[in-house]
C-alpha cells in the first residue's frame, strides 16, 4: 500500500493504475462499516484507493471537528491488512489550496433532515467529495446506506455534474444491538451503547408497522416517539418517515418506497440512522 500526502505524488502514482478504480472517501477512525466499503470496492475493482481527510468544512463552528477520533496509526494497519492500492492523506493546505476554487453547487436536500439541523454541512461535504472525484478519477466510489441524505445528495451531484462514477452503496453494519457503527461510536461509554439499541429498535418497529400497513404518517409517528421517549437516553432530533428516492417527507400517507430517518444526541454524541425500503428490493435491516 502507498501512503500519499501531496497530489503531485497522488498524480504520479495515479497514472501508472490501469482498469477500474474503487474510490472509499473517510475521515479516518476506520471501523467495520468502513472496512465492508472498502472489502467490496476490492472485490469489483482492480485498483483500491481510500482517503483520510477530517474535512473541516463539514463542520459547524460549534461541532465536533476538534474532538473528532484521529487514530491514524490504527487506520494505516487496517488499511494495510486489507492491502489497498493507495492511502491518500493530504492536508488541509493541499485540498483547500487557493489555486482550486471549491465548486459552487447546490441542491434541494441541503436544507432538509440533517441539512436543517446542520446548516453548511451538505455543502460542506460536497465541495470536499468533489475535490476529491476530481483528484482521484475513481471510477467507482462507495459509500455507506447509515449517511443516507449524504448517499443520496452524492448521486445527485455526480449526476448533475456530470461526473462519470458509479456510486455504490453498501448495506449499513450494526453492532450485535443493532447499534450502526460510525466513528462518533467511540464517544459513547459501554452503557449508553447499549441503551442506544433503542434507536434500531424504534426503526424496526416503524418499518413493521409500515409493511403491515399501517400508512397514516400521524399513527406511526405517535408510537415511533413514544418508544422513543420511553427511555430518556436520547435527545431526539428528529425522526421523519420520508420517500426512497426524493427524501421528502411524506405529509399524510407513507407509499411503498420509503425511508424511516432518525437523529438525536446521546451525551452530545450525535447519531444517526435510518431504516429504508423498496419495492421488489429486501429492507436495508
Ligand atoms: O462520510 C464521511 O465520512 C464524510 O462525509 C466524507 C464522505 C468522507 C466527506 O468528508
Redesign the pocket.
Known amino acids: 500500500m502507498q501512503i500519499i500526502k501531496s497530489i503531485s505524488e497522488f498524480n504520479k502514482a495515479r497514472n501508472t493504475l490501469i482498469g477500474s478504480i474503487g474510490f472509499i472517501?473517510?475521515?479516518g477512525a476506520l471501523h467495520e462499516g468502513h472496512l465492508s466499503l472498502i472489502k467490496t470496492a476490492k472485490s469489483s475493482c482492480q485498483n483500491t484507493i481510500a482517503s483520510i481527510?477530517v474535512?473541516p468544512k463539514?463542520f459547524a463552528p460549534n461541532e465536533d471537528f476538534n474532538s473528532y477520533p484521529r487514530m491514524l496509526d490504527q487506520d494505516i494497519n487496517k488499511l494495510r491488512s486489507l492491502n489497498i492500492d493507495i492511502l491518500f492523506i493530504p492536508s488541509e493546505d493541499e485540498i483547500y489550496n487557493k489555486n482550486s476554487p471549491d465548486i459552487i453547487y447546490d441542491n434541494y436536500m441541503f436544507d432538509i433532515l440533517e441539512g436543517k439541523s446542520r446548516p453548511g454541512f451538505f455543502n460542506g461535504?460536497c465541495i470536499?467529495?468533489a475535490k476529491l472525484f476530481d483528484i482521484v478519477k475513481p471510477t467507482d466510489a462507495f459509500?455507506?446506506e447509515k449517511?443516507f441524505q449524504?448517499l443520496r445528495i452524492i448521486e445527485k451531484m455526480s449526476s448533475d455534474l456530470n461526473y462519470n462514477i458509479n456510486i455504490i452503496p453498501c448495506k449499513i453494519i450494526r453492532e450485535i444491538n443493532g447499534l450502526a457503527m460510525s466513528s462518533r461510536n467511540k464517544h459513547l461509554s459501554s452503557s449508553e451503547a447499549e441503551k442506544s439499541k433503542i434507536i434500531f429498535n424504534t426503526l424496526e418497529l416503524g418499518f413493521t408497522m409500515i409493511k403491515n400497513d399501517t400508512k397514516v404518517v400521524e399513527d406511526i409517528y405517535d408510537i415511533l416517539n413514544k418508544k422513543l421517549k420511553q427511555d430518556s437516553v436520547i435527545k431526539l432530533d428528529y425522526l421523519k418517515v420520508v420517500d426512497y428516492n426524493s427524501l421528502i417527507e411524506f405529509s399524510d400517507f407513507v407509499s411503498d418506497n420509503f425511508a424511516i430517518c432518525v437523529a438525536g444526541y446521546i451525551n452530545q454524541v450525535r447519531l444517526i440512522d435510518n431504516i429504508t425500503y423498496l419495492y421488489s428490493e429486501d429492507s436495508s435491516i
Open positions: 472517501p473517510t475521515m481527510f474535512n463539514q461535504i470536499v467529495v459509500f455507506g449517511d449524504q
